[in-house]
């Protein structure tokens, strides 16, 4: 079987198997495949996402896209943006010399603007962001109330209260509800409880597509810094589960959001090789 080069990245615990595709020679049965396969954790490498780095589908102009990724979740579904993929991703590109910082690379959600901003850190800038719309929301007969809003892809943010009762909250039985609710059908969405204290938000993400709580999430950072910075004065410091800090910036665009800045950790974990089946259907 042919062998498979890899590197496995992290970005504040959110962690993701990324390679070098920019010849295109992967299909997209293969993708799927290749991602439920070694995405899987304790039976493979394990991670959340599965990152290919490609050359943008058309040649750029001047100060465009010369580079592309095609993401995908941890159960081999298709993802137009993850924040902390993205700061992985530019480190990656860099590493491989398929970019110098600051570039520009294409997404399902829009064009990111990537810089390295310091030794294992990165800095995105990520598509502009609508405004956080007032959900009413019944779950097994309790009220409930959060704010919806697409940072790339959509997030429902809750306010759970203070730092005790996020800790309290049932992430995984009230995030799949909320995910799955009828409200968010067809395609769902990443649900947020987040806790705002003097200034800073403390956040745990419920992430569509891996089906459970990660250590971060990055459009889930951003999508939870705009919502406590509107509601309860946020300061755009956000506390991930995993314990390291992203940093939000955003401005304000009639209804919406625009220049929305992304900063955090991204880090090689380690580079490997697989052998992999390219018939293989999972």
Same mark, same amino acid.
């Given at each position: ?23 295109? =020679? ?81 997404? =399902?959600?829009?064009?990111? =603007? ?169």
């Amino acid at each position: 079987m042919p062998k498979i080069n890899f590197t496995k990245m992290q970005g504040c615990g959110n962690d993701f198997i990324l390679l070098d595709n920019r010849e295109r =020679r992967w299909t997209a049965a293969q993708k799927v495949a290749f991602t439920k396969k070694f995405a899987t954790r304790r039976l493979s490498v394990g991670a959340d996402g599965v990152i290919f780095l490609e050359n943008a589908p058309t040649a750029p102009a001047d100060n465009d896209a010369a580079l592309s990724w095609d993401f995908y979740n941890a159960d081999g579904s298709n993802a137009e943006m993850c924040g902390n993929g993205a700061r992985c991703f530019t480190l990656f590109a860099v590493a491989l010399g398929a970019a110098t910082s600051p570039f520009i690379f294409a997404t =399902r959600a829009g064009k990111v =603007r990537a810089e390295i901003s310091a030794p294992q850190r990165a800095r995105v800038q990520l598509p502009p962001a609508g405004a956080p719309a007032l959900e009413n929301l019944s779950v097994d007969g309790a009220a409930l109330t959060g704010y919806f809003l697409n940072t790339g892809v959509p997030h429902l943010v809750v306010n759970a209260g203070d730092r005790d009762a996020l800790e309290n909250v049932e992430v995984q039985t009230l995030g799949a509800a909320l995910r799955y609710h009828e409200r968010f059908a067809p395609a769902g969405t990443n649900v947020d409880f987040i806790a705002v204290q003097n200034g800073e938000t403390w956040v745990r993400t419920y992430e569509r597509g891996v089906e459970a709580e990660t250590l971060a999430c990055g459009t889930g950072a951003v999508a939870s810094a705009i919502v406590a910075g509107e509601k309860w004065g946020g300061n755009g410091k956000v506390h991930t589960r995993g314990g390291d800090i992203l940093n939000v910036e955003y401005q304000r665009a009639g209804a919406g959001y625009e220049s929305i800045y992304l900063e955090g950790p991204a880090v090689a974990v380690f580079d490997g090789t697989v052998e992999f089946d390219l018939e293989l259907r999972v």
